[in-house]
């Protein structure tokens, strides 16, 4: 089978590689239909993610067809429509059991295209397949269900819900990219007040005012801080949400929450940050972080299903699997493209 193999930083190639087998019993073998490039990949690419090693399938998001179970599975057949979760998770240890799957302990968590080949191929072995894959209602709508392998259930989870986005509060996005407005979709099922997104790139803020957010910060100027306290009275914003993983983008998150707020980081973080305890140790705050655990794949499927969260208007390019190079190059310049997310089909 072809597949987007990683070759140390810098390099990869669209290649040949042997097609996946089961393993374990609790196994599933999947035809990968679609898949798509995440911001997580691109930090491979750069050499960011040292546990990936040469030779490794990138990918952790999809949809296909079953293809082969292994005896162990009882949830699914050879023929059913999956989703892909980008957690695999065994359901059955002490932290899967609590709904956090990003830290199975056996051996789950974020291990697709990281630490075990992953979808950006014909074919993908899923490990745990009754816990990791979830089965797609007939007539779905499969590119929109590709955006709940990761960045919905990232944005719900690690921003809207460990942020406690409650009906009337301002909620503040710190970066308009895939999984920010993937916060800023889900947040709207709380009926916050304002949304306030902020970012540096004016067409990312223009989808961001499309999709729902009720003032837009041009950040280009580093005046942010100063427009939100602005827009607020002075009083800082209820949730802080920090969605790009630099600590520029932590600080405005820091300077921003108001006394009694919370603020709540979706950003991979390569370097150390400041706390700024010495102004925060006084205004009861609450800071939040997480690996999403996609517990919230069920619910917001079904939020997708019945229209109320527009998944699909997340995708702005398609390709065919085998164009996959093309892709990460288009997705790679997103802000020159104007790309969110990218769909490659089989
Ligand atoms: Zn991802
Ligand atoms: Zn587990």
């Known amino acids: 089978m072809k597949a987007l193999v990683y070759h140390g930083p810098g390099n990869k190639a669209w290649e040949e590689k042997p097609k996946p087998v089961v393993l374990e019993p609790t196994d599933a073998v999947v035809r990968v239909t679609k898949t798509t490039i995440c911001g997580t990949d691109l930090h491979i690419m750069k050499g960011d993610v040292a546990a990936v090693t040469e030779g490794r399938i990138l990918g952790h998001e999809g949809v296909g067809v079953i293809e ?20 695999s998770s065994c359901g059955k240890c002490g932290n899967c059991k609590s709904g956090m799957f990003a830290h199975c302990e056996n051996g789950g968590g974020w291990i697709l295209g990281h630490l075990i080949d992953g979808t950006q191929a014909e074919y993908v072995r899923i490990p745990f397949a009754d816990n990791s894959l979830y089965p797609i209602p007939a007539g779905s709508d499969e590119e929109a269900l590709v955006m709940l392998s990761d960045i919905l259930p990232t944005g719900y989870e690690i921003g809207v819900l460990n942020g406690e986005v409650s009906p009337g509060d301002v909620v503040a996005i710190v970066g308009g990219g895939p999984v920010g407005l993937a916060a800023l979709l889900t947040a709207q099922f709380y009926s ?23 003032q837009a910060i041009n950040n280009a100027a580093g005046d942010a801080v100063a427009q939100v306290m602005e827009l607020t009275g002075g009083k800082g914003v209820d949730v802080a949400i920090e969605a790009i993983g630099i600590p520029a983008t932590f600080d405005v998150c820091q300077d921003i929450v108001k006394a009694g707020g919370n603020i709540a ?43 109320k969260l527009n998944a699909a208007q997340l995708v702005t390019h398609h390709f065919k699997l085998d164009e996959m190079i093309e892709a990460y190059e288009v997705f790679g310049n997103a802000a020159k493209e104007k790309a969110l997310k990218v769909i490659l089909s089989a």
């Open 68 to 87: 082969e179970v292994g005896s162990a599975v009882s949830n699914f057949k050879v023929g059913d429509s999956v989703l892909i979760s980008c957690i």
């Open 265 to 307: 980081n979706i950003g991979v973080h390569g370097k150390p940050v400041s706390l700024k305890l010495e102004e925060l140790w006084i205004k009861n705050i609450t800071l939040r972080t997480g690996l999403v655990s996609t517990n919230t794949t069920p619910q917001l499927l079904k939020t997708v299903e019945s229209g």
């Open 192 to 214: 916050p007040a304002e949304i306030i997104m902020i970012d540096v790139d004016s067409n990312r803020l223009e989808v961001a005012l499309s999709f729902g957010a009720t």
